[in-house]
Structure formats: C-alpha cells, structure tokens
C-alpha cells in the first residue's frame, strides 16, 4: 500500500515540476489576478482574499500546487478553491480519497523533496486523522536533520466553532499547534489579514499551520491598493493593533477580533477606552506588542473561543505578569469558550462560546465599572 503511496508521491512531484512556467508568464498572471480584484472595488470577502493569495503564488511559483479533499473539481467546500482547477489543472489541484494521513503525508513527502504543497482540510477537526504527520514529521524534520531539510508547507482550513455542528466539529486548534516547536501558527481575522498572512505562509520555508474561520468567509472587509498588489504579504509573528485606547487592552485572535471591535464600540458610550490587539500570529507570539499595550492602558483582557485551560489566554497572561506584572491596575481577566464539549442544541451552544455582553461585562469589571444588572449576573 504505501509502496504505491510513494509511487503517487514521486509521480505527483515529477508531474510539478515539468509544469513549470516562465517567470514572465507567472507574473503577468499574477498582475491579472490582481487586477481582476482591484477592479470589485475596495472591499473584498475574506474567500475571495484567501483565493486570490493562492493563485497568485500558484502563478509566481510553479514549485506550488494544492491538495485536499474536494479542492479541485467541487471548488473547495468552500469555494477558497474556486477556478484554481481550471487554471492550473489536475497536476497542481489535486482532489484526494476521504484520507486525512494519506494525502497529509504526500504533502510532507513533497515538501522534504522541494515543492510546496497547500494542504487543505474540510475542517481542522478532521487534520486530528494527520496530526502525526504535522508534529512528528513536518514540525521536527528541520531540526531533526540539522537544518538540511526544509519543509515548507502550509496547512490550512476553518478552525474553531462554526453553527450547528456540535463537539466533533467545533474545537479551536490555536493553542494545540501553538505548543509545538517547529511550527508557525497564524490566524487571520480580516481580508488584509488573509490575503498578507497566507502569501507569506506560502512563501515560508517552514511548516505553517493557517487557522481560518468559516464564519468569517464571507464577510467583506475594506482593503487598500497595497494589499491588492501580487508582492504583498504581511510579517509573520506580528499583531496589529486594529483600535487604540487608553483604559484597558483586549488582546484576541480570528473571529473575535470582530467581537472586541463591537465591544469597545459599546463600552465607548460609556467612557472606556479600549485597545483591542489583533494577534494575528499564534507562534511566534508577538509579546512585545502586547506587553507594550498593557503598560499603557495598565490592564488586560484576553478573549478566544478555546477551551480556557492551557489556552493562549493563559500564555498571554503569563507573558504579561512575566514582563509587565508592575503595570497592572487591575486583574488580568480571561474570556474563554466553556469548558465542556461543544452543545448542538442553539441555546446552549451560545453559552458555550465568547459573546460580545461578556466582553462588555469582564471590561467593565477590570475598569471597576460594573452596572447594578452586571453585579446580578455575577451572583
């Protein structure tokens, strides 16, 4: 069986790298691409973000080609993948069995023997069947061969809760491959975050687990000329402050970026002043950037779906008491998803997860702001 398996490995490699294009013809096709988005406008889906960052590299290098489940002749399942099959063919989008560790390991194999392979999966909840793959062979090779083999490879798909489909599809990921030396883990909230970070992951010697949100798909975000242009790509291992304040810091990642955006709007009415600190990247961790905030607004907040214990919350704070305990006015407060597996039914599911009210809530309680409905909600 896996003799055959390598067989396929070898085959699907040869089949690559005899299908190499000009750099001329790869940029000209980049320059479409581009041009083809700047022409919708100024706001782009998150979707249509993460599809234009892969053609555009498919383009530039002809070493990439994508591989997963559904990618090529059903367009992804959901449709990040859209028209790559047409452009590129079979011998760069390859659709593969329901096999997790098969096509995980062919990914691998190929990026030991130079190509770069995007591997996608329907949901990160599925990658637990290659998760061996991943650790013990993408994440370690590099150093395990003393830097003679690189591994560039990314890994990507929706993380994290979605609706409606309960507690084998429904865990968030960050924390788990963010303990993992070897790795680099990032988690886009918005379309410039989507766009930037998945052309530098592609571009990436190193293995790269991209941690997308299906909610966030297809939502439409504003984006500048610059982040249209083919050359783009955002640092890998730097956050962003999405919105400065001065009374306290919320320090998050993904899909609820959007919910301390909405928060601080609310608490704003109320005279609070929040900086909310896109991480952006899991590992590498941008400590500087978030201890910086801290020592300005002297407290913090951290927010995320996950699971509260061993989370990157709990990092965070203890980065912050490590490096900036003294400038602390307050408890640090975490927001987690609940410690349980995720609910189906809807009323119980939306306990189960982070919701704007609570952000509202905590913020007022390390601003020693809390309502007399705050304190009920307590008791």
């Given at each position: 069986?896996?003799?055959?398996?390598?067989?396929?490995?070898?085959?699907?490699?040869?089949?690559?790298?005899?299908?190499?294009?000009?750099?001329?013809?790869?940029?000209?096709?980049?320059?479409?691409?581009?041009?083809?988005?700047?022409?919708?406008?100024?706001?782009?889906?998150?979707?249509?973000?993460?599809?234009?960052?892969?053609?555009?590299e498919m383009s530039a290098d002809s070493?990439?080609?994508?591989?997963?489940?559904?990618?090529?002749?059903?367009?992804?399942?959901?449709?990040?993948?859209?028209?790559?099959?047409?452009?590129?063919?079979?011998?760069?989008?390859?659709?593969?069995?329901?096999?997790?560790?098969?096509?995980?390991?062919?990914?691998?194999?190929?990026?030991?023997?130079?190509?770069?392979?995007?591997?996608?999966?329907?949901?990160?909840?599925?990658?637990?069947?290659?998760?061996?793959?991943?650790?013990?062979?993408?994440?370690?090779?590099?150093?395990?061969?003393?830097?003679?083999?690189?591994?560039?490879?990314?890994?990507?798909?929706?993380?994290?809760?979605?609706?409606?489909?309960?507690?084998?599809?429904?865990?968030?990921?960050?924390?788990?491959?963010?303990?993992?030396?070897?790795?680099?883990?990032?988690?886009?909230?918005?379309?410039?975050?989507?766009?930037?970070?998945?052309?530098?992951?592609?571009?990436?010697?190193?293995?790269?687990?991209?941690?997308?949100?299906?909610?966030?798909?297809?939502?439409?975000?504003?984006?500048?000329?610059?982040?249209?242009?083919?050359?783009?790509?955002?640092?890998?291992?730097?956050?962003?402050?999405?919105?400065?304040?001065?009374?306290?810091?919320?320090?998050?990642?993904?899909?609820?970026?959007?919910?301390?955006?909405?928060?601080?709007?609310?608490?704003?009415?109320?005279?609070?002043?929040?900086?909310?600190?896109?991480?952006?990247?899991?590992?590498?961790?941008?400590?500087?950037?978030?201890?910086?905030?801290?020592?300005?607004?002297?407290?913090?907040?951290?927010?995320?779906?996950?699971?509260?214990?061993?989370?990157?919350?709990?990092?965070?704070?203890?980065?912050?008491?490590?490096?900036?305990?003294?400038?602390?006015?307050?408890?640090?407060?975490?927001?987690?998803?609940?410690?349980?597996?995720?609910?189906?039914?809807?009323?119980?599911?939306?306990?189960?997860?982070p919701q704007i009210e609570d952000v509202?809530?905590?913020?007022?309680?390390?601003?020693?702001?809390?309502?007399?409905?705050?304190?009920?909600?307590?008791?």
């Amino acid at each position: 069986m896996w003799g055959a398996v390598g067989r396929q490995a070898g085959e699907v490699g040869r089949s690559i790298l005899t299908s190499r294009r000009s750099n001329d013809n790869a940029a000209a096709m980049a320059w479409a691409a581009s041009k083809r988005l700047m022409s919708t406008g100024s706001e782009i889906t998150v979707r249509d973000a993460l599809n234009s960052a892969i053609e555009e590299e498919m383009s530039a290098d002809s070493k990439v080609f994508v591989i997963g489940e559904e990618v090529g002749e059903y367009q992804g399942a959901y449709k990040v993948t859209k028209g790559l099959l047409q452009k590129f063919g079979p011998d760069r989008v390859l659709d593969t069995p329901i096999t997790e560790a098969g096509f995980t390991g062919i990914g691998v194999g190929a990026a030991f023997m130079g190509l770069k392979p995007i591997v996608e999966f329907m949901t990160f909840n599925f990658a637990m069947q290659a998760i061996d793959h991943i650790i013990n062979s993408a994440a370690k090779t590099n150093y395990m061969s003393g830097g003679k083999i690189s591994v560039p490879i990314v890994f990507r798909g929706p993380n994290g809760a979605a609706a409606g489909v309960a507690a084998q599809h429904s865990q968030c990921f960050a924390a788990w491959y963010g303990q993992c030396p070897g790795l680099k883990v990032l988690v886009p909230y918005s379309s410039e975050d989507a766009r930037g970070l998945l052309k530098a992951a592609i571009r990436d010697p190193d293995p790269v687990v991209f941690l997308e949100n299906e909610l966030l798909y297809g939502e439409t975000f504003p984006v500048s000329p610059q982040v249209l242009d083919p050359s783009f790509t955002l640092p890998i291992g730097k956050a962003k402050i999405e919105r400065e304040g001065k009374d306290i810091t919320i320090a998050t990642f993904s899909k609820m970026v959007g919910y301390a955006l909405k928060a601080a709007d609310e608490l704003a009415k109320e005279g609070i002043s929040v900086e909310v600190v896109n991480l952006r990247s899991i590992r590498p961790l941008d400590r500087a950037t978030i201890n910086a905030s801290v020592r300005k607004t002297s407290r913090l907040l951290t927010l995320e779906e996950g699971w509260p214990q061993h989370g990157v919350g709990a990092e965070i704070c203890a980065s912050v008491v490590e490096e900036s305990f003294y400038y602390l006015d307050a408890p640090v407060e975490r927001i987690c998803g609940a410690d349980v597996p995720m609910p189906y039914a809807a009323n119980l599911e939306r306990l189960a997860v982070p919701q704007i009210e609570d952000v509202v809530r905590a913020v007022r309680r390390a601003c020693h702001r809390t309502s007399v409905e705050d304190r009920r909600e307590a008791a």
